[in-house]
């Protein structure tokens, strides 16, 4: 039984590499903001664990994700996802019309 | 009981909106590609049906988001989750000078 549980060390190494960059956490809170945004509980509930991202220090909130991006919170929709937002405007920069028109998710 | 399944569509209608949308769709695949990325298998098997994109049209491949985002394959790790890989970029863009280095957004 002993030997069952030793031998997987259920570490995602590379996982855990990336959640110590932080670009890395920035992307995982984008995830979880994503969850959040759309109320998925379900992937949530199963990827913070997974993740080990429920942990305090290892996600960022969705307030220092937009301070990292250069996003000001009352910018975007609370109901529109950071990681919308983040590629509909990399969208618009790359095919470099200067979009007047703001989505509207309301 | 018929009552009772009546009660709540379970359509999650601000999620159905987006993954209407391209960016939505590129959005959901760019989070199915971290979850295959580093392995989340459990995470994975409750996004998909969570969110409906397990079904073929609903989002995208690694393949076409690399498209879309004007990343060629070959150029991204494939250990590398797409979302980290745009995240780099774009900080990089944002916190650099008005980079001359366009990202070579195709």
Request: with cysteine; aromatic share 4%; hydrophobic share 35%.
């Amino acid at each position: 039984q002993d030997k069952l549980e030793n031998k997987s060390p259920l570490v995602n190494e590379n996982l855990k590499k990336c959640l110590n960059t932080r670009d890395g956490r920035l992307v995982a809170g984008l995830i979880v903001d994503f969850l959040q945004v759309f109320n998925l509980d379900f992937s949530l509930a199963v990827f913070q664990p997974e993740t080990n991202s429920a942990s305090l220090n290892s996600v960022d909130s969705r307030e220092v994700v937009c301070r990292d991006l250069g996003l000001s919170e009352s910018e975007v929709n609370r109901k529109c996802p950071l990681l919308l937002e983040l590629v509909t405007r990399g969208r618009h920069k790359a095919s470099e019309e200067p979009s007047q028109k703001r989505i509207t998710l309301a």
